[in-house]
């Protein structure tokens, strides 16, 4: 990418995440697009040029459509935001805000403007209405056709020696997880010990996030004799319901070279980003994580070996372990080697998720992709506090969202660099 058209996070911010039945989405939003325009110093926020939304299930409680409009008018009649502003309303399932976060970037890259924001909030729990949280999770899978995907995963458990089944005290996607995570551990050799270690890791981790949703520390043990959910999976090892919002400003090099010195001081560049689609792929074949992670390395220019530090997808403390692998972290099956051996925590040689991870610091489906962002540009900047990493000059972002088969429906993988 030429200079003339790189492209940097100037400003983020992310609320907390919890279940915050007495706020609003608009409360939440507001919170975010505030917070990231004062981490940019900006002083004319009007000067944003484009803006993108990002949710997935605002419409299980009756808005769709004009999602980001309806949310970002507040702030446009106080003045924080431009009138006619241009608004694009993303949905991605639990991808949403990596792809707003794209999104804006192009608009950045094309040339069309110099200021663009991304932001994205989600609200999961409903503690009056659980079929609303029932409706948003099963929008991301084919309702259509979904003799597909049930005749797909009854053959795939006859492989992965872990039958599938259905029911109302079940969900498909942590039985899809666990299906992988048998199969692994059959092929592989990877321990339900080695799983729980990354889940005990990202609960430890995350008592020094203020902003995570769970602050506690857990060990091996504990998570282990945690409620099973489905074998090999434990209520430790999996994300919880949980609501949030976060933000992200985005500049042109034209733009940054005009901002006061403490601004570009703390800019980070998005070196590289891709997006790739889900497919009915076989147990054995690569992902596609895999996939989008070869065309983010390409565009930065670099390989897996150049990454300090890293947020992935962890819907269940198994995928840290796979995503290390399609990553290029370490090779396939070596996942829970990796994880055991002490290089995936703080101080390793590699750590993944100082946030906490979806299992601690909590998963706001369509928020959760700028929410890594955050941690990773305030990791970059070295401001993560006592979760710091000791190299921090390039980090990667891995979200997906939905569910076709063992893949996601999107990913995306963004790359940045100090």
Not at 15 to 30: E, I, N, P, Q
Not at 54 to 81: F, K
Not at 214 to 228: C, G, I, K, S
Request: with cysteine; net charge negative.
């Amino acid at each position: 990418m030429s200079a003339s058209r790189a492209v940097y996070v100037v400003g983020v911010h992310a609320t907390a995440v919890g279940r915050f039945a007495d706020r609003s989405l608009k409360s939440l939003t507001r919170e975010a697009v505030e917070g990231a325009v004062a981490d940019a110093g900006l002083e004319q926020s009007r000067e944003i040029g484009s803006a993108w939304f990002a949710n997935c299930g605002m419409w299980v409680e009756g808005q769709g459509s004009i999602r980001g409009q309806v949310m970002l008018t507040p702030l446009i009649r106080d003045g924080l935001l431009a009138e006619r502003l241009p608004i694009f309303n993303i949905e991605g399932g639990c991808a949403s805000a990596a792809m707003a976060l794209q999104g804006a970037r192009k608009d950045i890259a094309a040339g069309d403007v110099d200021l663009a924001l991304a932001v994205a909030a989600e609200r999961t729990f409903y503690p009056d209405a659980p079929e609303r949280t029932a409706a948003l999770f099963n929008g991301g899978i084919d309702q259509f056709d979904p003799h597909e995907w049930h005749d797909y995963y009854a053959r795939a458990g006859e492989v992965a020696g872990k039958r599938f089944e259905t029911g109302a005290d079940r969900t498909v996607f942590m039985d899809t997880y666990a299906m992988q995570a048998a199969h692994h551990m059959a092929r592989y050799g990877t321990t339900i010990e080695q799983i729980a270690a990354v889940a005990a890791k990202n609960h430890s981790i995350a008592v020094d996030n203020p902003k995570a949703q769970y602050r506690f520390p857990m060990t091996v043990e504990q998570v282990l004799a945690d409620r099973p959910v489905s074998y090999p999976l434990t209520r430790a090892m999996c994300a919880p319901l949980g609501d949030g919002a976060a933000a992200a400003i985005l500049c042109s090099q034209a733009w940054l070279d005009r901002a006061p010195a403490t601004v570009q001081a703390r800019a980070v560049r998005i070196a590289g980003t891709a997006l790739t689609s889900g497919k009915y792929r076989g147990l054995d074949e690569p992902s596609l994580s895999h996939v989008a992670a070869q065309r983010a390395y390409a565009m930065a220019g670099i390989g897996p070996a150049r990454i300090d530090l890293a947020e992935v997808h962890d819907a269940t403390a198994f995928s840290e372990i796979y995503q290390s692998e399609m990553l290029g972290f370490c090779a396939p099956g070596e996942g829970g080697a990796l994880a055991g051996s002490g290089a995936t925590a703080l101080g390793g040689s590699l750590p993944i998720n100082l946030s906490g991870g979806l299992e601690s610091k909590g998963h706001p489906v369509g928020a959760t992709g700028l929410m890594m962002i955050e941690e990773l540009v305030r990791q970059l900047r070295g401001e993560a506090g006592a979760r710091q990493a000791v190299r921090h000059r390039i980090a990667l972002a891995e979200t997906g969202g939905g569910v076709v088969g063992f893949d996601e429906g999107a990913c995306a993988v963004t790359i940045l660099e100090r």
